[in-house]
Protein backbone atom coordinates (compact mmCIF):
# COMPACT_ATOMS: atom_id res chain seq x y z
CA UNK A 1 0.00 0.00 0.00
CA UNK A 2 1.63 3.18 -0.91
CA UNK A 3 0.80 6.95 0.60
CA UNK A 4 0.18 10.05 -1.29
CA UNK A 5 3.82 11.52 -1.50
CA UNK A 6 4.27 14.44 0.91
CA UNK A 7 4.76 17.44 1.35
CA UNK A 8 1.37 17.62 2.54
CA UNK A 9 -0.28 20.84 3.67
CA UNK A 10 -3.67 21.83 5.17
CA UNK A 11 -6.09 24.93 5.01
CA UNK A 12 -9.10 26.00 6.18
CA UNK A 13 -12.74 26.34 4.24
CA UNK A 14 -14.18 29.53 4.93
CA UNK A 15 -16.79 28.44 7.00
CA UNK A 16 -14.73 27.27 9.73
CA UNK A 17 -16.32 23.78 10.05
CA UNK A 18 -13.84 21.63 7.61
CA UNK A 19 -10.02 21.29 6.97
CA UNK A 20 -9.03 19.72 3.88
CA UNK A 21 -5.18 18.76 3.89
CA UNK A 22 -3.70 18.57 0.48
CA UNK A 23 -0.65 17.13 -1.67
CA UNK A 24 0.67 19.89 -3.30
CA UNK A 25 -2.03 22.49 -5.20
CA UNK A 26 -4.93 20.02 -6.31
CA UNK A 27 -4.37 16.05 -4.96
CA UNK A 28 -6.75 16.15 -1.80
CA UNK A 29 -5.21 13.58 0.85
CA UNK A 30 -7.89 14.23 3.70
CA UNK A 31 -10.93 16.02 5.06
CA UNK A 32 -11.40 16.39 8.78
CA UNK A 33 -14.65 18.22 10.12
CA UNK A 34 -13.64 20.47 13.16
CA UNK A 35 -15.40 19.48 16.78
CA UNK A 36 -16.17 20.97 19.94
CA UNK A 37 -12.86 20.38 21.27
CA UNK A 38 -10.69 22.69 18.66
CA UNK A 39 -7.40 22.43 20.29
CA UNK A 40 -7.18 18.37 19.89
CA UNK A 41 -8.99 18.66 16.63
CA UNK A 42 -6.06 21.37 15.82
CA UNK A 43 -3.40 18.56 17.28
CA UNK A 44 -5.02 15.78 15.10
CA UNK A 45 -5.03 17.96 11.88
CA UNK A 46 -0.97 19.35 12.16
CA UNK A 47 -0.53 15.74 12.83
CA UNK A 48 -2.06 14.20 9.61
CA UNK A 49 -0.48 16.80 7.82
CA UNK A 50 3.15 15.66 8.89
CA UNK A 51 2.21 11.86 8.60
CA UNK A 52 4.57 12.08 5.53
CA UNK A 53 7.31 13.94 7.12
CA UNK A 54 7.29 11.87 10.12
CA UNK A 55 7.58 8.33 8.25
CA UNK A 56 10.46 9.43 6.12
CA UNK A 57 12.00 10.84 9.18
CA UNK A 58 11.33 7.43 11.21
CA UNK A 59 12.71 5.38 8.25
CA UNK A 60 16.41 7.05 8.55
CA UNK A 61 16.30 6.40 12.20
CA UNK A 62 15.39 2.79 11.89
CA UNK A 63 18.14 3.15 9.84
CA UNK A 64 20.70 4.42 12.10
CA UNK A 65 19.31 2.90 15.33
CA UNK A 66 19.70 -0.63 13.47
CA UNK A 67 23.36 0.05 12.06
CA UNK A 68 24.27 1.38 15.71
CA UNK A 69 22.48 -2.21 17.44
CA UNK A 70 25.03 -4.06 15.22
CA UNK A 71 28.01 -2.55 17.65
CA UNK A 72 28.60 -4.01 20.97
CA UNK A 73 28.76 -1.76 23.79
CA UNK A 74 26.23 -0.97 27.05
CA UNK A 75 24.05 0.93 24.40
CA UNK A 76 23.13 -1.94 21.98
CA UNK A 77 19.94 -4.08 23.35
CA UNK A 78 18.45 -0.07 23.64
CA UNK A 79 19.39 0.69 20.02
CA UNK A 80 18.07 -3.33 18.86
CA UNK A 81 14.43 -2.48 20.80
CA UNK A 82 13.88 1.08 19.75
CA UNK A 83 14.67 -0.28 16.15
CA UNK A 84 12.31 -2.73 16.66
CA UNK A 85 9.58 -0.06 17.99
CA UNK A 86 10.67 2.19 14.57
CA UNK A 87 10.13 -0.88 12.53
CA UNK A 88 6.85 -1.54 13.89
CA UNK A 89 5.43 1.69 14.02
CA UNK A 90 6.60 1.80 10.42
CA UNK A 91 4.38 -1.35 9.58
CA UNK A 92 1.64 0.23 11.22
CA UNK A 93 2.24 3.31 9.22
CA UNK A 94 2.16 1.47 5.72
CA UNK A 95 -0.89 -0.85 6.44
CA UNK A 96 1.68 -3.65 6.79
Do not use: C
Not at 33 to 62: G, K
Not at 67 to 78: D, L, R, T
Amino acid sequence: MNHTPGPWHRNIRADGRYTTIWQGRNKHVAHAQRLDNDNETEANISLIAAAPDLLAALEDAEFLLRKAGQIAGPMQESFNRSAEDARAAIAKAKGE
